[in-house]
């Protein structure tokens, strides 16, 4: 299962989200969060994410453990595998998405992240939402998301420059996967749905669809 919002990851308003999207789990969660996307960041802002992973999932009373993992070679040592393999949900957090895909693409960490798809939950905010398409806005992603480019942070006016790349790349032969603050959108197998308290947005050339919490999508609108 894949499960992306725009933004809010760790903060008290998507407390109750995630407690919900937990619920998903068929056992018991094993959390393990990574801020790679901010692995070129200082360490006082990677001690930021970690403090706030730490508890977020302690008010959710699961267990979990945040992995200090700044870069390809951090991600692949043998001690993250090993969790990897115990784990059914990973997090990834914001940052960089061009750093957590180069740190991510082409490894042993990137096969058991794709093991993981089918036993569990990859999820991910805003960097962590945007390596999961085929595209990026500067790059590529990792294709959990054949034939679409997510965009985070969907309507925040500090981000105001998402949506002028969102109508600048609205012409092009990806389909805009545009989510908001505190809403998954969930990809369970070829099942589509939106959970949390805001909105998901399809975009496609004249096409505008938007999708609210229990909300189920129509598949080909991502095809």
């Known amino acids: 299962m894949i499960a992306i919002t725009g933004s809010g990851e760790f903060l008290p308003s998507i407390l109750d ?124 992603g990792l294709n959990y998301l054949p034939k679409t480019i997510v965009i985070p942070h969907y309507g925040e006016s500090f981000y105001s420059w998402i949506s002028n790349t969102v109508k600048m790349l609205n012409r092009g032969r990806y389909k805009l996967l545009c989510l908001e603050k505190d809403t998954y959108f969930i990809k369970d197998g070829e099942h589509l749905s939106v959970l949390g308290k805001q909105n998901v947005h399809i975009i496609y050339k004249k096409e505008h669809h938007t999708f609210s919490d229990g909300d189920t999508i129509d598949a080909s609108l991502l095809q």
């Open 17 to 140: 989200v995630d407690k919900k999207l937990l619920n998903y789990l068929d056992e018991d969660p094993y959390v393990l969060t990574f801020s790679t996307a901010a692995g070129k960041e200082s360490d006082e802002r990677l001690f930021y994410w970690e403090n706030l992973a730490n508890a977020h999932f302690g008010n959710l009373n699961v267990k979990h453990q945040h992995i200090d993992a700044r870069n390809h070679k951090d991600l692949n040592k043998e001690s993250v595998i090993r969790e990897m393999k115990k784990a059914n949900f990973v997090f990834f957090s914001g940052g960089s998405p061009n750093h957590l895909y180069d740190s991510i693409y082409d490894s042993e960490f990137s096969n058991e992240l794709q093991n993981l798809e089918s036993r569990g939950i990859i999820a991910g905010c805003s960097a962590g939402a945007m390596i999961m398409g085929e595209k990026m806005i500067k790059g590529v």
